[in-house]
């Protein structure tokens, strides 16, 4: 069974954990959506955290919103 989704609450993650984490809906890239970010995060801040669909650092442009729903995968 997949993890819930958890809202409600500031993102702290565990560090060497991954997380699905969404930012809701932004501008990202120039366009309006919903974007989401599967990361390992290598330590608590957004400059730490790995995006796992790429193996590089999360695009600092995506990691600049603030996480509105995450879960553990």
Avoid: C, H
Wanted: charged residues 15%; proline residues 4%.
């Amino acid at each position: 069974m997949a993890n819930a989704w958890i809202t409600g609450r500031a993102f702290i993650p565990t560090v060497g954990s991954e997380y699905e984490v969404t930012f809701g809906k932004i501008i990202y890239n120039g366009q309006t959506g919903y974007w989401t970010a599967r990361i390992r995060a290598d330590g608590l801040q957004p400059s730490q955290w790995i995006d796992l669909d790429t193996g590089a650092q999360l695009d600092p442009a995506l990691a600049a919103y603030v996480v509105q729903a995450y879960r553990e995968i």
